[in-house]
């Protein structure tokens, strides 16, 4: 069973070294470059990374030969002097996402640029037991390989789960909203299909994926909070780097208390952030299926009846109690809502800033933003499949990526 690591910071990731005993560290130093940057001259690789010229080019022969780097020569007419190469990560190998939720599973096909080309998404009325779904995932994913129009090559599945995983093994500890406990899901799955499988917290996936491809991307000090139909986690980066924990159970802020409430959240816990921000009671006000996200947007931005006004403005001020607590203790750049917390703040961001910066601390607050997450639907799957790809970007000669 396959595991994530920690992640890097850029420089480190991106710095080569011109020492044979580091092939691999510099192999993985263009794979990221060209995984941030699309496609670079083998000039502006040898820039960034800070090797020279003949190692770029000899490093680049590799990669071709391994697959996982294609070039192309830009025509001769448009530039002056010999021309430079152009590099991207190959389309002929790919990834599989999956996000799994309460209500649905989605399985997506993603390429090593992040780019979805099939998805599709299994509808699950009534909570999956891990055999279930695992099945359904194996079918899944032999339905969308057929749809293709050529052979790709699959180098692993990364897995989005709405609980705690176990940072050693990848083992679902507990997931209250499926009822999983202490469920070995990802060696499950792994045997079920024959692929590599890497398995993460479904909410700090939606904060790599905003930090790599999204709203996040350039800055180094974040707070991420997500809520879908399983409930409401996050992410903290702090440095450029995912805070973690001590088993990797860090950035349940779903579960902070903010309230004496009664109410309990998925886990049995009273007056938490999930147990108050509750999305099923809009969807239910507005009479929309709890996977409705774009039946949500519309009717958000129509003039609301006086229910759903009054859930939208409790809510609103729930949520920014809880980012006023969040920017006072980790003092981010940048606190980004993606899912319905998004839709949240979309639908009434003057009135929720402004009660949320009347609770921060001057000093925390200057330069705070707060925004919501760009990557919309996808900001989850890409997270997961961002597992799997950073697995091959890690470690490209010994890449476990099959036909």
Same mark, same amino acid.
């Given at each position: 069973?396959?595991?994530?690591?920690?992640?890097?910071?850029?420089?480190?990731?991106?710095?080569?070294?011109?020492?044979?005993?580091?092939?691999?560290?510099?192999?993985?130093?263009?794979?990221?470059?060209?995984?941030?940057?699309?496609?670079?001259?083998?000039?502006?690789?040898?820039?960034?990374?800070?090797?020279?010229?003949?190692?770029?080019?000899?490093?680049?022969?590799?990669?071709?030969?391994?697959?996982?780097?294609?070039?192309?020569?830009?025509?001769?007419?448009?530039?002056?002097?010999?021309?430079?190469?152009?590099?991207?990560?190959?389309?002929?190998?790919?990834?599989?996402?999956?996000?799994?939720?309460?209500?649905?599973?989605?399985?997506?096909?993603?390429?090593?640029?992040?780019?979805?080309?099939?998805?599709?998404?299994?509808?699950?009325?009534?909570?999956?037991?891990?055999?279930?779904?695992?099945?359904?995932?194996?079918?899944?994913?032999?339905?969308?390989?057929?749809?293709?129009?050529?052979?790709?090559?699959?180098?692993?599945?990364?897995?989005?789960?709405?609980?705690?995983?176990?940072?050693?093994?990848?083992?679902?500890?507990?997931?209250?909203?499926?009822?999983?406990?202490?469920?070995?899901?990802?060696?499950?799955?792994?045997?079920?299909?024959?692929?590599?499988?890497?398995?993460?917290?479904?909410?700090?996936?939606?904060?790599?994926?905003?930090?790599?491809?999204?709203?996040?991307?350039?800055?180094?000090?974040?707070?991420?909070?997500?809520?879908?139909?399983?409930? /409401?986690?996050?992410?903290?980066?702090?440095?450029?780097?995912?805070?973690? %924990? $001590? #088993? !990797?159970? *860090?950035?349940?802020?779903?579960?902070?208390?903010?309230?004496?409430?009664?109410?309990?959240?998925?886990?049995?816990?009273?007056?938490?952030?999930?147990?108050?921000?509750?999305?099923?009671?809009?969807?239910?006000?507005?009479?929309?299926?709890?996977?409705?996200?774009?039946?949500?947007?519309?009717?958000?931005?129509?003039?609301?009846?006086?229910?759903?006004?009054?859930?939208?403005?409790?809510?609103?001020?729930?949520?920014?109690?809880?980012?006023?607590?969040?920017?006072?203790?980790?003092?981010?750049?940048?606190?980004?809502?993606?899912?319905?917390?998004?839709?949240?703040?979309?639908?009434?961001?003057?009135?929720?800033?402004?009660?949320?910066?009347?609770?921060?601390?001057?000093?925390?607050?200057?330069?705070?933003? /707060?925004?919501?997450?760009?990557?919309?639907?996808?900001?989850?799957?890409? %997270? $997961? #499949? !961002?597992? *799997?790809?950073?697995?091959?970007?890690?470690?490209?000669?010994?890449?476990?990526?099959?036909?």
């Amino acid at each position: 069973m396959k595991t994530s690591a920690p992640t890097k910071s850029v420089s480190s990731q991106t710095q080569g070294r011109n020492n044979d005993q580091v092939r691999e560290h510099n192999l993985a130093a263009i794979l990221t470059l060209l995984s941030q940057n699309k496609s670079l001259t083998r000039s502006a690789l040898a820039t960034l990374s800070g090797m020279n010229r003949s190692t770029i080019s000899v490093l680049m022969t590799e990669l071709q030969a391994l697959g996982l780097v294609s070039e192309i020569s830009p025509d001769e007419t448009l530039q002056k002097g010999r021309p430079s190469f152009v590099a991207s990560l190959s389309s002929e190998v790919a990834v599989f996402g999956v996000n799994i939720e309460s209500k649905f599973t989605d399985v997506c096909l993603v390429t090593l640029s992040g780019e979805i080309i099939a998805s599709q998404r299994i509808s699950t009325p009534k909570l999956p037991a891990p055999q279930q779904i695992i099945e359904s995932i194996a079918q899944t994913i032999e339905v969308l390989l057929a749809t293709q129009s050529k052979p790709l090559r699959i180098g692993g599945i990364g897995v989005a789960v709405p609980g705690q995983i176990r940072l050693a093994d990848g083992l679902v500890r507990l997931a209250p909203h499926l009822r999983w406990v202490e469920a070995p899901f990802g060696s499950m799955l792994e045997e079920a299909t024959g692929m590599p499988v890497f398995v993460g917290n479904n909410a700090t996936l939606g904060a790599t994926a905003e930090h790599a491809f999204g709203a996040a991307k350039g800055y180094s000090d974040i707070v991420y909070l997500y809520s879908g139909t399983s409930g /409401i986690g996050g992410g903290v980066i702090v440095g450029g780097e995912l805070l973690r %924990g $001590a #088993a !990797g159970y *860090a950035g349940e802020l779903g579960h902070v208390v903010i309230s004496d409430s009664p109410s309990e959240d998925y886990s049995g816990f009273h007056g938490t952030l999930e147990s108050l921000i509750r999305q099923e009671d809009m969807f239910a006000c507005l009479g929309l299926a709890a996977d409705d996200e774009r039946g949500l947007e519309t009717a958000l931005a129509q003039p609301l009846g006086i229910e759903a006004q009054a859930i939208l403005e409790s809510q609103s001020r729930l949520l920014a109690a809880a980012i006023s607590s969040f920017a006072n203790i980790f003092n981010p750049q940048l606190i980004l809502l993606g899912g319905y917390l998004g839709a949240i703040y979309a639908a009434d961001q003057t009135r929720l800033a402004q009660f949320a910066f009347e609770r921060i601390l001057s000093a925390p607050g200057e330069n705070l933003h /707060i925004r919501r997450a760009e990557l919309g639907p996808n900001q989850i799957i890409k %997270g $997961a #499949a !961002g597992l *799997a790809i950073s697995a091959l970007i890690r470690a490209p000669k010994s890449s476990s990526a099959i036909l």
